[in-house]
Nanobody
Framework: QVQLVESGGGLVQAGGSLRLSCAAS?????MGWFRQAPGKEREFVAGITRSSSGTYYADSVKGRFTISRDNAKNTVYLQMNSLKPEDTAVYYC??????????????WGQGTQVTVSS
């Protein structure tokens, strides 16, 4: 069983920065961040392979967000810069076999709210 605990969300003004953290217990997987805004489907934000050899980003966050992981701490991070109001959502940490697609075998954190004011 894998448990994921997120932290780091909050309220920030447009143009500001936040860093999300996700501490994982159990097996290691490819890790990633998804987000879900009110009335919208959950969408892929960023992902990183188990060895950190590959990182992947949604077009909407490329150049602004950076995903990284520290396998010694079993923790994945999402550094979010130049935040925009449209980045407002609940952000979920995900561990799974894939990077961008959601599967039934995925593990999810509880979610952390990110609110960007204009």
């Amino acid at each position: 069983q894998v448990q994921l605990v997120e932290s780091g969300g909050g309220l920030v003004q447009a143009g500001g920065s936040l860093r999300l953290s996700c501490a994982a217990s159990g097996r290691t997987f490819s890790m990633g961040w998804f987000r879900q805004a009110p009335g919208k489907e959950r969408e892929f934000v960023a992902g990183i392979t188990r060895s950190s050899s590959g990182t992947y980003y949604a077009d909407s966050v490329k150049g602004r967000f950076t995903i990284s992981r520290d396998n010694a701490k079993n923790t994945v991070y999402l550094q979010m810069n130049s935040l925009k109001p449209e980045d407002t959502a609940v952000y979920y940490c995900r561990a799974g076999a894939t990077i961008m697609t959601i599967t039934e075998s995925d593990y999810w954190g509880q979610g952390t709210q990110v609110t960007v004011s204009s």
